[in-house]
Structure formats: C-alpha cells, structure tokens
C-alpha cells in the first residue's frame, strides 16, 4: 500500500520556521519525484517545491525561492521541507505528493497524495 504521510505543521509566528516532512512508503522512493503542494482557504491549490532524485533536480514556486528549502533522506524514504522567514501568507494547509518518472511536479498529474498538515502562520 503506498502511503505518503505529512507532519510538522502547526502554528508559528510571522518569521518564524518549521519543518515538515513527507515519509514515504509503497513504492520505490528513488523512482518518483516528490513534491510540496499547499491549498489556502478559498484559493486554488499550488505548487511549492518538488524533488527528483533520479533527474538530481529541486525546483521553487518563486513565491518561497529563499526561504523554503527543500531535501531528502533516500535512507528513510522521507522528504524534509525546511520552511523560514515565515509569513501569514504562507498558511494553508501542506500536501505532499508523488510522481513517477518525472522530472518536474505537475498537480494535475500526481500519482499519489498524502492527507495534508496545516500550517498557520500568525501576523
């Protein structure tokens, strides 16, 4: 059974930090890229970060280039998303996902999603 399970959300301040992973499990971890996604009340789902161990490529929403950063542990199956300089804007709730083969993280086309953790950043 594949499984993608999120953690580290909670409540922070504006500037603050947190860090969330994505333990994985269920299917060949080096195979797939694993991306960041995060939905805010009312607005659309988009994308945040996305890693591909077999294309050796980390990309950003431009949004979060300089404060997110993004990396994995192959061993444990789990990617980390080391999340700075927090803003208000930066709440919702953080959803990890995977793709197979794939260089790049595209939403619409993601194989496998975990259930999400909320992150609330306070002004």
């Known amino acids: 059974e594949v499984q993608l399970v999120e953690s580290g959300g909670g409540l922070v301040q504006s500037g603050g930090s947190l860090r969330l992973s994505c333990a994985t499990s269920g299917f060949t971890f080096d195979d797939y890229a694993i991306g960041w996604f995060r939905q805010a009340p009312g607005k659309e789902r988009e994308g945040v970060s996305c890693i591909s161990t077999s294309f050796g490529s980390i990309s950003y929403a431009d949004s979060v280039k300089g404060r997110f950063t993004l990396f994995s542990d192959n061993a444990k199956n789990t990617v980390y998303l080391q999340m700075n300089s927090l803003k208000p804007e930066d709440t919702a709730v953080y959803y990890c996902?995977?793709?197979?083969?794939?260089?790049?993280?595209?939403?619409?086309?993601?194989?496998?999603w975990g259930k999400g953790t909320l992150v609330t950043v306070s002004s």
């Open positions: 996902a995977a793709i197979r083969g794939e260089r790049f993280c595209p939403g619409y086309a993601m194989d496998y």
